[in-house]
T-cell receptor, first 118, second 110 residues
Framework: DTEVTQTPKHLVMGMTNKKSLKCEQH?????MYWYKQKAKKPPELMFV???????INESVPSRFSPECPNSSLLNLHLHALQPEDSALYLC?????????????????FGPGTRLTVL | GQNIDQPTEMTATEGAIVQINCTYQ??????LFWYQQHAGEAPTFLSY????GLEEKGRFSSFLSRSKGYSYLLLKELQMKDSASYLC???????????FGPGTRLSVLP
């Protein structure tokens, strides 16, 4: 099973709403990621969790709040978003293993949640 | 800082071979990945290089030269379904920090 699942597939929210994006993997991966992707642009890394601890926060505004309840789940809580936050939000996971100083990781991406902020 | 560069668009003919280049300058290096992304879909993993040389996987091959900060993805026997964006991504050598290039939009014509 090399599947990363994300819910919902589509989300429309107002600027005063609170919503959450969910991501799940059952590959035993210990690193999980949130990316934001605007149309015709590459994915931009937002957050990385490694062994359920936040290891990277790429200066993301506090209106985005990640949470990793366990090694299989990753959430992204959204509050008071702006229209410019509309994008495809991608979750990914990887094994997070290093052998002899060389990391042999590969990321697997979920299908994404297409978010529209009105 | 980091800078990753790829051609914006390429066009090739069905059955042909195409090479997509990626140059990078990053603070730290621990591997270069190639992903394919069809419009509206998630990226899917194609290939990975961490040491210099060529990695071959069926119709796809990827090459890396760390001293030159250069990689390419070679696609052989092109098919219409290969029309997609191709993203190179560099993993920096701390944590699990990946940086994606701008992507190359490949159009395969009959």
């Amino acid at each position: 099973d090399t599947e990363v699942t994300q819910t919902p597939k589509h989300l429309v929210m107002g600027m005063t709403n609170k919503k959450s994006l969910k991501c799940e993997q059952h590959m035993g991966h210990r690193a999980m990621y949130w990316y934001k992707q605007k149309a015709k642009k590459p994915p931009e890394l937002m957050f990385v969790y490694s062994y359920e601890k936040l290891s990277i926060n790429e200066s993301v505004p506090s209106r985005f709040s990640p949470e990793c309840p366990n090694s299989s789940l990753l959430n992204l809580h959204l509050h008071a978003l702006q229209p410019e936050d509309s994008a495809l939000y991608l979750c990914a996971s990887s094994q997070d293993v290093t052998s002899g100083g060389i990391s042999t990781d590969t990321q697997y991406f979920g299908p994404g949640t297409r978010l529209t902020v009105l | 800082g980091q800078n990753i560069d790829q051609p914006t668009e390429m066009t090739a003919t069905e059955g042909a071979i195409v090479q997509i280049n990626c140059t990078y300058q990053t603070s730290g290096f621990n591997g270069l990945f190639w992903y394919q992304q069809h419009a509206g879909e998630a990226p899917t993993f194609l290939s990975y290089n961490v040491l210099d040389g060529l990695e071959e996987k069926g119709r796809f091959s990827s090459f890396l030269s760390r001293s030159k900060g250069y990689s390419y993805l070679l696609l052989k026997e092109l098919q219409m379904k290969d029309s997609a964006s191709y993203l190179c991504a560099v993993r920096r050598n701390y944590g699990q920090n990946f940086v994606f290039g701008p992507g190359t939009r490949l159009s395969v014509l009959p």
